[in-house]
T-cell receptor, first 114, second 114 residues
């Protein structure tokens, strides 16, 4: 049971390039989330999804797009990467919403924008 | 929205001593308070959580207390061991509205001195 798997683990981009981060979960969770983690800032929610075919904005959505075409996958896209998007990106999933559904995290994607 | 403050940012304790990390939250509607441990190069892992209908919860050497009136909650680790060295995050979540993610504190770097 792999849990939440993120690919790639590391990536370096040039300003203006685009890329997609992939998150896959094998726990049959309905809810999936993308966070970014910056030094001294904790984790901040970018986008989330409450089910296949649905997405919603979180706290810091600008510059990112997401898609949830399959229940087990949640993609995070950067259309035109900027140095301010240098960060560690974490995907998480949970069975449902509400206060009794803990979130399970992947090990992150470390992204550098030059 | 919710705002979570976490203190201290760094905590150094002698092996075998106890460690306490404190968090405050702003939204009185929040009713779920998880604690995550993050080791270097890994994603956050849930170590304990508490819901607003409970004042204290314990799991072996780890305990969490919640004071709803004062809107603060704390993580207590007793008999600390070298493997407890990590960054710890508190988080809060309310039960209303949509399924948006957790609001995290900025983290506490716990250092266990041998």
């Amino acid at each position: 049971n792999a849990g939440v798997t993120q690919t790639p683990k590391f990536r370096v981009l040039k300003t203006g390039q685009s890329m997609t981060l992939l998150c896959a979960q094998d726990m049959n969770h309905e809810y999936m989330y993308w966070y970014r983690q910056d030094p001294g800032m904790g984790l901040r929610l970018i986008h989330y999804s409450v089910g296949e075919g649905t997405t919603a904005k979180g706290e810091v959505p600008d510059g990112y797009n997401v898609s949830r075409l399959k229940k087990q996958n949640f993609l995070l896209g950067l259309e035109s990467a900027a140095p301010s998007q240098t960060s560690v990106y974490f995907c998480a999933s949970s069975y449902g919403w509400g206060s009794n559904q803990p979130q399970h995290f992947g090990d992150g994607t470390r992204l550098s924008i030059l | 929205g919710e705002n979570v403050e976490q203190h201290p940012s760094t905590l150094s304790v002698q092996e075998g001593d106890s460690a306490v990390i404190k968090c405050t939250y702003s939204d009185s509607a929040s009713n779920y308070f998880p604690w995550y441990k993050q080791e270097l190069g890994k994603g956050p892992q849930l170590i304990i959580d508490i819901r607003s209908n409970v004042g204290e919860k314990k799991d072996q050497r780890i305990a969490v207390t919640l004071n709803k009136t004062a809107k603060h909650f704390s993580l207590h680790i007793t008999e600390t061991q070298p493997e407890d060295s990590a960054v710890y995050f508190c988080a809060a979540r309310d039960s209303g509205g949509g399924a948006d993610g957790l609001t995290f504190g900025k983290g506490t770097h716990l250092i266990i001195q041998p």
